[in-house]
């Protein structure tokens, strides 16, 4: 009897020790999309064609205007806290030189996942140049709670 109290008690001791107000959240997805000159990034509503004029879009870099990253992400119990989506983006600019901006919008916690789109345009979508890799990160206040990088996370 003794022995099933111990193992109760060191099976419940890390439930304790969790905090209990601690905000959960995940990016769970992330999509990078070129936008031609009108700002759309498909043809057509077929995803199929979309992954088409993507690969056309980056063969044909005179043809983007902007990036746009669809971001579908999830925050629950979070209280008080303010939410925001961060996206670090790095790439070569004019001449190879390095080139580095953030993008950032506010967003507002629910009970069921999400889409954010955040865009990068205008003026600084040709400073950046080539984007060589992006993180995006997801904040309660300035508590990080979830991330994911592109594959060449090596440059973050």
Do not use: C
């Not at 001791?13 to 905090?19: G, M, Q, R, S, T």
């Amino acid at each position: 009897m003794r022995g099933l109290f111990v193992t109760l008690l060191l099976l419940g001791l890390p439930a304790l020790a969790w905090p209990a107000d601690a905000p959960a959240g995940h990016v769970i997805k992330v999509l990078p999309l070129l936008l031609n000159l009108q700002g759309q990034d498909a043809t057509s509503p077929s995803l199929f064609d979309r992954d088409v004029y993507q690969a056309y879009l980056r063969q044909h870099t005179n043809e983007i205007s902007a990036i746009r990253f669809d971001v579908l992400w999830k925050a629950a119990d979070v209280g008080e806290a303010k939410l925001k989506l961060r996206v670090d983006l790095s790439g070569s600019g004019s001449g190879g030189t390095p080139y580095q901006t953030v993008l950032e919008q506010g967003v507002a916690p629910g009970h069921f996942r999400r889409w954010t789109s955040l865009t990068l345009a205008d003026t600084n979508y040709p400073q950046l140049g080539k984007l060589l890799a992006w993180r995006v990160t997801l904040w309660a206040d300035d508590r990080l709670l979830s991330e994911q990088k592109s594959k060449e996370s090596f440059l973050w």
